[in-house]
């Protein structure tokens, strides 16, 4: 079935490096994607969005980056911190039945960041 | 402002019992929308509710069951409690049924033993 997915289940890097979290998905219908941040024993932090429209998208030390090709999208962290360690999970949104007009976030199982002082 | 209010935050039911979990969403968002979190896993979608009306449903079964009020605000039921229902139980808030940039709450922390 249609799915979305993270490449690792673990990511380790040293504070001040730059992480990149990828994600894969396989609707080609996909059209709207989210990143979330999950700290331990709260809920998940909305990141970054992105539209199938865009390819590229930028926030505060954030970057999604989004490949139709091969339906993949990536999230980049600059200048990686200490309080940057969390699960990050990236979540398609679209309706359970490939409705658009009725939408519900398809989560993948998660990336955890781990970062080194 | 007030962020997403769930509560409570951590329970304990026996197997067979009922509970009911609240959730009060951002002011001015009309749509809210339950997940269940199993540990290690991403949240799975459960229901959303728009303007009281239920306008999403994901693979669970009828033991789950849910309603909005004329506030907005949500309660998730579940009835005959099994020992696989225990997860973190999420509420998300938007302001439409689009889900475009929805906002979770902390999570209501569901043991059933």
């Known amino acids: 079935g249609e799915s979305v997915g993270l490449h690792l289940p673990t990511l380790s890097v040293q504070e001040g490096d730059n992480s990149i979290i990828n994600c894969a998905y396989s609707n080609s219908a996909s059209d709207y994607f989210i990143w979330y941040k999950q700290e331990s024993g709260k809920g998940p932090q909305f990141i970054i969005d992105?539209?199938?429209?865009?390819d590229k998208r930028q926030g505060q030390r954030v970057t999604v980056l989004l490949n139709k090709t091969v339906k993949h999208l990536s999230l980049q962290i600059a200048a990686t911190q200490p309080g940057d360690s969390a699960v990050y999970f990236c979540?398609?949104?679209?309706?359970?039945?490939?409705?658009?007009?009725?939408?519900?976030?398809?989560f993948g199982s998660g990336t955890r960041l781990q970062v080194q002082p | 402002d007030a962020g997403v209010t769930q509560s409570p935050t951590h329970l304990i039911k026996t197997r067979g019992q009922h509970v009911t979990l609240r959730c009060s969403p951002i002011?001015?968002?009309?749509?809210v929308s339950w997940y269940q979190q199993v540990l290690g896993q991403g949240p799975q979608f459960i229901f959303q509710?728009?303007?009281?009306?239920?306008?999403g449903r994901g693979n669970f079964p009828d033991r789950f069951s849910a309603r909005q009020f004329p506030n907005y605000s949500s309660e998730l039921n579940v009835n005959a409690l099994l020992l696989g229902d225990s997860a973190l139980y999420l509420c998300?808030?938007?302001?439409?049924?689009?889900?475009?940039?929805?906002?979770f709450g902390q999570g209501t922390r569901l043991t059933v033993v």
């Open positions: 002011s001015g968002h009309k749509s």
């Open positions: 992105i539209r199938s429209n865009m």
């Open positions: 509710y728009y303007e009281k009306e239920e306008r």
């Open positions: 998300a808030s938007s302001l439409g049924t689009l889900n475009t940039e929805a906002f």
């Open positions: 979540a398609e949104n679209r309706g359970p039945l490939g409705d658009t007009g009725r939408r519900a976030l398809t």
